[in-house]
């Protein structure tokens, strides 16, 4: 079903961030009765520099709260367990399943949306080693300057790391 673009409004436009803000998806936002559609939204991201500086905040938030939920999730015990046809409990591996893969969407989407402090980290430790011989008296003195100062230190092979 195509939605009619709905103008700009400072009232609408604080409705979508504050649904945002309660974890409410942009898909469902605009799905709900007198709200824009995802058009008119983006529409307004493009041009106007208030509402896409709300918006981000909105959606920094909105990830937020999707972090304190997969605690609530994570916690929720309440549907582990079932009694089966024979009355006794047992294990609801579904119910655990479903738990997981929310938990698991919602830290995928969340290291997307922002991945500074959500994404994955990639350290990389590098060490070049060089032969001493090899080097220019330029390249020497640079690295006895960093020996003096702590800054770099030379290995017990002759190398440099």
Request: charged share 35%.
């Amino acid at each position: 079903m195509s939605r009619k673009y709905l103008a700009y409004s400072p009232e609408l436009a604080g409705r979508v961030c504050e649904l945002m803000i309660e974890g409410v998806s942009l898909r469902k936002i605009c799905e709900m009765s007198g709200m824009p559609s995802r058009r008119s939204i983006f529409y307004w991201l493009q041009n106007n520099g208030e509402f896409r500086e709300r918006y981000e905040i909105a959606r920094l938030m909105q990830v937020e709260y999707w972090a304190h939920e997969i605690i609530e999730i994570a916690d929720d015990a309440s549907g582990d367990f079932v009694i089966n046809e024979r009355g006794d409990r047992v294990m609801d591996n579904e119910a655990i399943n479903r738990a997981r893969l929310r938990v698991d969407a919602r830290k995928w989407l969340m290291s997307k949306l922002h991945p500074q402090r959500y994404g994955d980290r990639v350290t990389a430790d590098i060490t070049v080693k060089r032969d001493m011989r090899e080097l220019s008296d330029g390249e020497l003195l640079q690295i006895v300057g960093r020996v003096e100062d702590g800054t770099n230190e030379g290995g017990e092979d002759g190398t440099i790391h």
